[in-house]
Nanobody, 124 residues
Framework: VQLQASGGGLVQTGGSLTLTCDVSGFDPDYDPIGWFRQAPGMEREGLAC?????????FYALFVKGRFTISRDNAKNTVYLQLNNVKSEDAAIYYC?????????????????WGQGTLVTVSS
């Protein structure tokens, strides 16, 4: 089972960035996939989840709703996270993960496996 996040880099405040999660080793059609981030010294923050391809429902943490968009390309086994209007506090390592449980409240999300993250750095 592999989830490889990529696409991080340096972005200016107010700018945009698209992160990519390549999935292998399991069928993402049936599993919800999510993104979380972790900054140094900070707790992990769930950002967005997208349910199976048969449902396609999306859920967002309140603090990113309207700025981040999660989507999936089922043919490519890929999940994306679009970051718009980036803020300084968005700087962190971003991870994609298989989701054990999800719903409207991001505090209750449970991530069960993830790979290496991708670093997002924000400049003013």
């Amino acid at each position: 089972v592999q989830l490889q996040a990529s696409g991080g880099g340096l972005v200016q405040t107010g700018g945009s960035l698209t992160l990519t999660c390549d999935v292998s080793g399991f069928d993402p059609d049936y599993d919800p996939i999510g993104w979380f981030r972790q900054a140094p010294g900070m707790e992990r923050e769930g950002l967005a989840c997208i349910s199976s391809r048969f449902d396609g429902g999306t859920f967002y943490a309140l603090f990113v709703k309207g700025r981040f968009t999660i989507s999936r390309d089922n043919a490519k086994n890929t999940v994306y996270l679009q970051l718009n209007n980036v803020k300084s506090e968005d700087a962190a390592i971003y991870y994609c993960a298989r989701v054990r449980s999800y719903g409207p409240d991001s505090h209750n999300w449970v991530f069960k496996s993830w790979g290496q993250g991708t670093l997002v750095t924000v400049s003013s």
